[in-house]
């Protein structure tokens, strides 16, 4: 079997979560067996493949998208999105057209599976969950020293938000937050929306650090996990948020949007916030550092359960499923 990866092209210019899905998933399928090539637009060899995997239902796939299909090739989809109620900001029409003409879709959960199917008149059958993963051998922990040192941040008992700089990333309302409990915050991540980080910098006081973006699963970030008072993901939406899986699986409290699939993946361990809610933002923070997290307990569930090798896994059954 000849798998051939593909996403929008502009995923690479500030690559998130969803990029290092695509990269990891490659990675472990490796490991299975499984040949699997990136897509080169100057040697297009598209026939040469028996399955095609978007990652993505951005408008830049459609139309490798409708090529395959003209050839026969099947289609498998990651969304890597959640539908909010209403469909939010989603042009809910032009997405449909690459869910619909995709063979297999892979969502991230079941709640995200369930969101499109209450959403889009597709049969259940077509969909297959694949979990998202994390690396346990890359994630050894760090002393927090060398992120502390490194940008001459003395107190560690930071807020910590490891996440391109964007609307959906809601670091505005997290600066909000952070202000109001005086509590120091660092953020780290891509600026994806300019215009939006110069809106954050107009509120960011002398407590919150931008240190820019920092290498997957570099010492330097592991280290920066280590010296936070937790991880904060507020996101107005998430599925569930890769930088959250991390974070837990080195042992930081964190606190997630509550609104997406986060709650499957890190259960009753933690607490939730509404991202609309500055109040609730600062709840959810005011909460976990008053009762505390079992962080042990989640971080050997993030370990033993979601793990690439385990996404790999459930992918191939994907493949074979669909290929008969």
Not at 52 to 58: A, G, K, N, Y
Not at 70 to 79: A, F, H, Y
Not at 90 to 115: F, T
Not at 143 to 158: H, N, W
Request: charged share 15%.
């Amino acid at each position: 079997m000849k798998i051939l990866f593909f996403t929008y092209p502009v995923a690479f210019v500030t690559p998130g979560g969803g990029e290092i899905q695509l990269l990891e998933t490659r990675k472990a399928l490796q490991a299975l067996g499984v040949q699997v090539d990136l897509y080169d637009m100057w040697h297009p060899n598209i026939a040469d493949y028996d399955v095609i995997h978007l990652f993505s239902v951005q408008a830049g796939v459609r139309q490798l998208q409708m090529q395959a299909k003209e050839r026969g090739i099947k289609i498998v989809n990651s969304p890597i999105m959640w539908i909010p109620k209403g469909a939010g900001h989603y042009d809910m029409y032009n997405l449909y057209g690459v869910i619909a003409n995709s063979d297999l879709i892979l969502p991230n959960s079941m709640a995200e599976k369930n969101a499109f199917v209450d959403f889009y008149d597709l049969p259940a059958e077509k969909y297959h969950v694949v979990y998202n993963g994390i690396d346990p051998a890359a994630l050894k922990p760090v002393s927090s020293e060398l992120f502390t040192q490194q940008f001459g941040i003395g107190d560690t008992s930071y807020l910590l938000c490891v996440a391109n700089i964007e609307p959906r990333k809601n670091q505005y309302r997290l600066i909000e937050a952070a202000n109001k409990l005086n509590l120091p915050l660092v953020l780290i991540g891509h600026v994806r929306d300019p215009q939006y980080f110069a809106e954050c910098q107009k509120i960011m006081g002398e407590n919150t650090r931008y240190v820019g973006a920092l290498p997957h699963n570099s010492d330097l970030l592991k280290s920066a996990f280590a010296g936070c008072k937790m991880h904060v993901l507020a996101s107005l939406l998430e599925t569930p948020g890769l930088s959250s899986m991390e974070a837990a699986a080195l042992s930081a409290p964190i606190v997630s949007t509550n609104v997406g699939s986060a709650h499957e993946y890190f259960a009753d361990m933690i607490h939730y916030c509404d991202p609309f809610s500055v109040e609730s933002i600062c709840s959810a923070i005011t909460q976990t550092v008053s009762t505390g997290v079992d962080t042990a307990r989640l971080s050997q569930r993030m370990l033993s359960q979601f793990t690439w090798k385990n996404t790999a896994a459930q992918t191939l059954v994907g493949y074979e499923k669909l290929m008969g």
